[in-house]
């Protein structure tokens, strides 16, 4: 038996222990909130209960008041006027806000167990000191009162949108920061992503009787909204003027709203029992396509289900709102004046954000590939699985993610790629984050099943959803499930792709043949490691599919999609060229077949024969 082989059965008990629990804190939401549509403002009463599950003592902790960074000088405005690439929806349009337009959360007192306690506005965050501290295993229950004004919509949350919408609630209460195994999690918001507690929510919303409210959570009072009366004390009976939504979700990490008078609300009950519901503005740029919506979202879920877990929740709603695209637990708030499949691509793509934003809960600001990259890949799947089924337009792809290995490879030439490791709000450009969040996590899960083969990889989108929900995992939880489901060591791929920029570059250096054996030499040009499949077509017209694994592997798939791999010898990583001897009469060789290494230079990737003499394809 071979080194390799010993090392793998030596690896496998490790690989097939059992999946390790990791302590969560926890939190109750109950908020009473009063606001005021004439003067864009809300007043609010918390009772937060928090329970720490942590082995540590707690002496300080940290809220979140996002609506502050809606004023001129705050860090948001500060760093969206330096940036080389602003964000088209910000630029400096925070530093021209007047009082009356920008946003704010004031706290107005705040005590722990009955007994109040210092705190200090730092901007975006709230700093509590504690009179006394909060020791492992114990609750505690803080009570505020806040005052906040909603800012005209610029980025995410804000009022009067572009699209007319009143009111798209977002990041807009004080919001426990995360305490987990890394400590607390207290950023300042500048831009982007976002990091929780999971918990229960108890949310009463006052408002104008007129607007209609969807949001996260399920409403506990339908029946009474917009019937209640009130006594004058002559007795005569007048309709309110205002009235209670009353809602609860349990086991999020967020809640989100949007609120608008003119909100049409249509509702689908799937087989399974969860109601999806459509709020939107009805008018000629929405009408057809929000009609048709509901359809297509109820043959998503079916697909979603099956493949990437089950959601947890009997309740989903697409809210018209935001400034593009939004997620939140239960809830999105997105656009809704697009073609109906760019309607339906935002629609899956901020619903899939359920499962790796929402439900696994990953850490958002510390790896938004995860969320972001995770999200992109699966909602590709399952747009071209709506193609397959007639829902949208065009054909089903045998390589739906090809457009993304173009951009990733563009980003790479740009010059300006940055580690994927990077804190979301310290690119050095928002093109790096995008590219690295999106296009990066989305070629990173498409280039692992390139190396475990898809049903590995099928199996391991299942278990990692199976084994983390609601228990934040991080990049190794992840890699390690990978390694379950495949029998891999793969660590290496994680280390060089997350943590380096270092490029994927393989080639085809030479063809020899010597009789009836032809000699293929390979090399490495880049610094990254990878497997290689390699097809190799003989003149009679066989193809016969090569892996060769990488040493680090500690493994290969055997086959995949009905091709069975030939398995040739390790290739180290210390090696920059390789030679492979192949019986038969050689007219061609492809590194990569199905396109799935994310190799920059795909001009050397095949050559062939003609006429007894090398060629380059």
């Known amino acids: 038996m071979n080194l390799g082989k010993i090392l793998t059965l030596l690896f496998l008990p490790v690989l097939l222990s059992a999946q390790p629990d990791r302590w969560q804190q926890g939190g109750k939401y109950e908020m009473e909130i009063d606001f005021d549509v004439k003067t864009h403002q809300f007043t609010g009463k918390q009772k937060f209960t928090y329970t720490n599950n942590s082995p540590d003592e707690l002496n300080k902790v940290f809220y979140h008041l996002y609506l502050n960074a809606f004023q001129p000088n705050s860090m948001m405005d500060a760093r969206n006027q330096w940036l080389s690439d602003s964000d088209g929806r910000v630029n400096d349009r925070i530093s021209k806000l007047s009082e009356d337009e920008i946003g704010f959360t004031k706290v107005k007192s705040l005590s722990?167990?009955?007994?109040?306690?210092?705190?200090?506005?730092?901007?975006?965050?709230?700093?509590?000191?504690?009179?006394?501290?909060?020791?492992?295993?114990?609750?505690?229950?803080?009570?505020?009162?806040?005052?906040?004004?909603?800012?005209?919509?610029?980025?995410?949350?804000?009022?009067?949108?572009?699209?007319?919408?009143?009111?798209?609630?977002?990041?807009?209460?004080?919001?426990?920061?995360?305490?987990?195994?890394?400590?607390?999690?207290?950023?300042?918001y500048v831009g982007r992503e976002f990091y929780g507690i999971y918990g229960e929510f108890d949310v009463k919303i006052t408002i104008d009787k007129d607007y209609i409210i969807g949001g996260t959570g399920y409403l506990q009072n339908p029946e009474k909204i917009g019937f209640g009366y009130t006594k004058k004390q002559k007795g005569k009976r007048t309709r309110k003027k205002t009235r209670t939504w009353h809602f609860i979700a349990p086991n999020v990490h967020d809640f989100a709203w949007g609120a608008d008078p003119d909100y049409h609300h249509d509702k689908l009950v799937r087989k399974d029992g969860t109601v999806l519901h459509f709020f939107y503005q009805r008018g000629d740029e929405t009408n057809d396509n929000w009609e048709k919506l509901p359809e297509v979202m109820d043959a998503a879920f079916d697909y979603i289900n099956e493949n990437f877990g089950e959601y947890p929740y009997k309740q989903y709603s697409f809210i018209q709102g935001g400034d593009g695209g939004m997620e939140y637990p239960?809830?999105?708030?997105?656009?809704?004046?697009?073609?109906?499949?760019?309607?339906?691509?935002?629609?899956?793509?901020?619903?899939?954000?359920?499962?790796?934003?929402?439900?696994?809960?990953?850490?958002?600001?510390?790896?938004?590939?995860?969320?972001?990259?995770?999200t992109s890949w699966t909602s590709t799947e399952i747009m071209n699985h709506l193609k397959s089924k007639g829902f949208l337009k065009g054909e089903f792809s045998d390589q739906p993610h090809a457009g993304t290995y173009t951009g990733y490879r563009n980003y790479f030439k740009s010059g300006k790629a940055e580690p994927m490791s990077t804190h979301a709000d310290h690119f050095s450009t928002n093109y790096a984050y995008w590219l690295t969040a999106y296009t990066g996590g989305q070629t990173f899960l498409e280039q692992l099943q390139y190396i475990i083969g898809e049903e590995a990889h099928n199996r391991l989108m299942l278990r990692y959803y199976n084994d983390w929900k609601f228990k934040h995992p991080n990049p190794n939880d992840f890699i390690r499930i990978a390694e379950y489901e495949s029998g891999m060591e793969l660590d290496w791929y994680l280390e060089y792709f997350i943590n380096s920029t270092k490029i994927v570059d393989y080639g085809i250096k030479n063809l020899e043949k010597d009789g009836k054996r032809t000699t293929i030499t390979l090399e490495r040009n880049g610094e990254f490691p990878m497997p290689i499949d390699l097809e190799v077509t003989l003149s009679n017209g066989k193809k016969m599919n090569y892996t060769i694994p990488l040493g680090l592997m500690r493994g290969?798939?055997?086959?995949?999609?009905?091709?069975?791999?030939?398995?040739?010898?390790?290739?180290?990583?210390?090696?920059?060229?390789?030679?492979?001897?192949?019986?038969?009469?050689?007219?061609?060789?492809?590194?990569?077949?199905?396109?799935?290494?994310?190799?920059?230079?795909?001009?050397?990737?095949?050559?062939?024969?003609?006429?007894?003499?090398?060629?380059?394809?």
């Open 330 to 374: 239960m809830a999105t708030l997105i656009t809704g004046h697009r073609r109906f499949g760019s309607l339906v691509g935002v629609s899956v793509h901020e619903l899939m954000h359920s499962w790796y934003q929402g439900v696994l809960g990953t850490n958002e600001a510390l790896y938004a590939w995860m969320d972001e990259g995770f």
């Open 112 to 188: 722990m167990n009955g007994k109040p306690v210092q705190f200090e506005h730092a901007e975006t965050i709230l700093e509590v000191t504690l009179n006394e501290p909060i020791a492992p295993n114990s609750q505690a229950v803080f009570e505020m009162e806040f005052h906040s004004q909603v800012p005209i919509q610029i980025r995410r949350n804000g009022r009067d949108n572009s699209e007319g919408i009143s009111y798209s609630m977002a990041q807009w209460y004080p919001k426990m920061c995360e305490y987990d195994y890394q400590g607390w999690h207290a950023n300042p």
């Open 556 to 617: 290969e798939k055997s086959s995949e999609n009905g091709v069975n791999y030939i398995k040739a010898k390790d290739w180290y990583w210390t090696h920059t060229t390789y030679d492979l001897s192949v019986e038969g009469d050689v007219e061609s060789v492809q590194i990569d077949p199905t396109g799935r290494l994310a190799d920059l230079n795909l001009e050397n990737n095949s050559k062939g024969f003609k006429e007894g003499k090398e060629i380059k394809d």
